[in-house]
T-cell receptor, first 116, second 110 residues
């Protein structure tokens, strides 16, 4: 499967600040990446689909102006949480489609965001 | 929205026992995937199923795509302590979006 990295692995920030999370596909070029959010003891919820060279597609209820996604290259997608608030504290995970079989997604190690 | 229901919600078993968990939906899906997630990490793909009735193994793990295309099960034989984690099913229809199940938390005691 694909190898995916995320940076940082954890971040603590003050309320009102912005935080950028990077997702990198290390071993192949990913035209599509996905961003998920997972609250404690809950399942993964898809936030948005990140398409290289075009605007991201957001799921219903996810504010696109708050969660800015940039997929500027085939190996890098970034998620910026703008004006973060304590309720944005969560585990953010990205994934990539292998390209061979789109339904198989391979996940990064996740980023734990804590907003004070 | 769409939801995949997993059962049981949690399992506490002794090392060496076999484990069975399932995932059901009210809708038909074309793909069933099983992932394992350990604390503080991203999910890892275990098995992918693409055809109704398909039975696939990966070591001690076996999963089947239900004939009705509305369910799937995952079995783990001869469990070991490193099997501990949360097991998620995930499904999709014709798009590449995945819907995740509610998860089954597995605890294995030596």
């Amino acid at each position: 499967g694909a190898v995916v990295s995320q940076h940082p692995s954890w971040v603590i920030c003050k309320s009102g600040t912005s935080v950028k999370i990077e997702c990198r596909s290390l071993d192949f070029q990913a035209t599509t990446m996905f961003w998920y959010r997972q609250f404690p003891k809950q399942s993964l919820m898809l936030m948005a689909t990140s398409n290289e060279g075009s605007k991201a597609t957001y799921e219903q209820g996810v504010e696109k102006d708050k969660f800015l996604i940039n997929h500027a290259s085939l190996t890098l997608s970034t998620l910026t949480v703008t004006s973060a608030h304590p309720e944005d504290s969560s585990f953010y995970i990205c994934s990539v489609s292998s390209g061979r079989l789109l339904n198989e997604q391979f996940f990064g190690p996740g980023t734990r965001l804590t907003v004070l | 929205g769409q939801q995949l229901n997993q059962s049981p919600q949690s399992m506490f078993i002794q090392e060496g026992e076999d484990v069975s968990m399932n995932c059901t939906s009210s809708s038909i899906f074309n793909t069933w995937l099983w992932y394992k997630q350990e604390p503080g990490e991203g999910p890892v793909l275990l098995i992918a199923l693409y055809k109704a009735g398909e039975l696939t193994s990966n070591g001690r793990l076996t999963a089947q795509f239900g004939i009705t295309r509305k369910d799937s099960f995952l079995n783990i034989s001869a469990s070991i302590p490193s099997d501990v984690g949360i097991y998620f099913c995930a499904s999709s229809r014709n798009t590449d979006k995945l819907i995740f199940g509610t998860g089954t938390r597995l605890q294995v005691f030596p």
